[in-house]
């Protein structure tokens, strides 16, 4: 069915006049399928979205190939093998952990059809992670389309108008925590670097289906807090602190990390030559954990972060928030070299190989040297030229208060904790074409890994472009960003369960 016969079914289904307005809303809503519980609904019901990205058609970004790019994902339970005889009963996309890697051209329009065939009445729904879509194609229920029920289906379709590092993930409580993510790669046809290859390597905390599940541990914090009764299943001694994030890595204690869907005693291998120029791009999936990487007997060339070009840095190990991403040229050496993933403040690694010749593969726990050299941050990059954000002056400048703590877990925004059920209420607002500065003022005792849809901002006045900034406690990280993209935006904390416990805001567009 194309997409105008799909919007018929859908007025139809709806009962409504085809009258222009509505066309529009269901155009930027996507095409409703199955049963329709989807579809937008005009009666008001508080259910449904609303504000500018909803009822105007997706503006597509300039510079379209012409090419659609389509693809399904079938939300389901599956019995995943995550490698050395683990295998963990867990929701995934198409059976697989992570998902099958999406890869574009800049330019292209991605056309993908979610089907959910989750148990019970769990609604899901996709989200494109730092890829500036339009508001209704943004995957957040029921702040930009109605969940997707079981039975349901939901299609996005955008086009991915900036090259880089993405991923894709639910935003409908804890699912980020499930097996349900891949990495989402959009190609430049006018690649300006140099390489003969490329490795993604997406990292995951992990614990579905083997100590519990997302739920579950969302359950434990929140009702005894990580200090308190949550006992085993979460990790709250704070024995683990971690020097790069000034404090606790995480309130919980999971029993893998996985570097693309394994574990460490059954690792990913990447095969290539010696001599050979790699593009490694690194995806933190995790809910809970950052990372410090590094590739032993390896220098790292940072050159991008968040999808974004950054004056190359030479570094031994970069650290990864949840929900950021790191791009860094490697020439390989000859021999079997660990790619770990050390999770900060937890004291446990991911690992993952790359062997380009002869020789014994290094043990299961491996930490090389590169781990404690020199540790690119964010802080320390800068824009590359062409992506700094033009100087102008602070149109409205919006405080941001990171509260809460890891005891009550009661993670909340200016002291708020944030309610799907009225998401707007306290939002922070803009206008289009205003140049928008937050002060990212962290005042807990935990790092936060401070995320916002639909925009990439800039950290200070020339430092890196990102759509997630990690801010250490007692820190203050301002960031700028121009408002060109209308709509609901949610602003948080990609701690998926700092998140649900209301660290999370949207930053909304008025007129
Ligand atoms: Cu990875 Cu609100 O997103
Ligand atoms: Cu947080």
């Known amino acids: 069915m194309n997409a105008v016969d799909r919007r018929s079914v859908l007025l139809a289904g709806l009962g409504v006049a085809a009258g222009a307005g509505v066309a529009a809303g269901a155009d930027a809503l996507g095409s409703a399928t199955a049963t329709g519980t989807t579809a937008p609904n005009a009666s008001g019901d508080p259910g ?86 339009p508001n209704a194609m943004d995957g957040v229920p029921p702040v930009t389309q109605r969940e997707v029920l079981p039975g349901a289906g939901f299609t996005y379709r955008f086009t991915a108008a900036t090259p880089g590092t993405y991923f894709f993930h639910p935003h409908v409580g804890v699912q980020l925590d499930t097996g349900m993510y891949a990495a989402l790669i959009v190609e430049d046809p006018r690649e300006p670097m140099a390489y003969d290859d490329e490795w993604v390597v997406v990292l995951d905390d992990w614990l579905d289906g083997i100590k519990g599940t997302p739920d579950r541990m969302l359950q434990a914090l929140t009702s005894g807090g990580s200090g308190g009764s949550g006992g085993e299943e979460t990790d709250g001694d704070g024995s683990g602190d971690s020097g790069l994030l000034r404090g606790a890595g995480g309130s919980v204690a999971y029993p893998y990390h996985l570097v693309n869907g394994r574990v460490p005693a059954d690792p990913d291998t990447y095969a290539g030559k010696p001599g050979a120029r790699v593009r490694l791009r690194i995806v933190n999936a995790g809910s809970d954990t950052a990372y410090r990487v590094a590739l032993g007997g390896h220098r790292l060339t940072v050159t991008h972060t968040d999808g974004y070009p950054v004056e190359h840095q030479e570094a031994d190990a970069v650290l990864v928030g949840m929900g950021e991403r790191y791009d860094a040229l490697v020439t390989l050496g000859d021999g079997v070299f660990p790619l770990v993933a050390l999770a900060e403040g937890k004291n446990r690694t991911g690992l993952a190989l790359v062997r380009t010749g002869k020789g014994a593969a290094p043990a299961a726990g491996v930490r090389p040297a590169e781990l404690n050299g020199r540790v690119i941050t964010a802080d320390l990059l800068t824009a590359a030229e062409d992506v700094r954000l033009r100087a102008a002056p602070d149109d409205v400048t919006h405080l941001v208060r990171l509260t809460g703590s890891m005891d009550r877990y009661d993670w909340s925004i200016n002291r708020r904790r944030f309610d799907m059920r009225d998401p707007r209420a306290a939002a922070f607002t803009v206008r289009r074409g205003q140049r928008v500065r937050l002060d990212l003022k962290n005042v807990s005792e935990m790092f936060h890994p401070m995320h916002l849809h639909g925009h990439t901002f800039q950290l200070g006045t020339s430092g890196a472009r990102k759509d997630t900034v990690t801010v250490l406690p007692h820190r203050t990280v301002t960031v700028r960003l121009d408002a060109d993209n209308p709509g609901d935006w949610l602003l948080h904390c990609h701690n998926v369960y700092h998140g649900e416990a209301g660290m999370m805001a949207l930053l909304s567009y008025v007129s």
Request: proline letters at 8%; zero cysteines.
């Open 48 to 133: 449904a979205p609303r504000g500018p990205g909803a009822s105007g058609s997706p503006a597509p970004k300039s510079g379209g190939t012409g090419a659609e790019h389509r693809l399904s994902l079938t939300a389901a339970p599956a019995t995943v093998d995550l490698g050395a005889g683990v295998t963990a009963r867990t929701w995934a996309f198409d059976g697989r952990v992570p998902a099958r890697e999406v890869r574009l051209t800049a330019g292209d329009t991605l056309v993908a059809e979610l089907a959910n065939r989750l148990p019970g009445r769990t609604g899901t729904a996709v989200h494109w992670h730092g890829m500036a879509v």
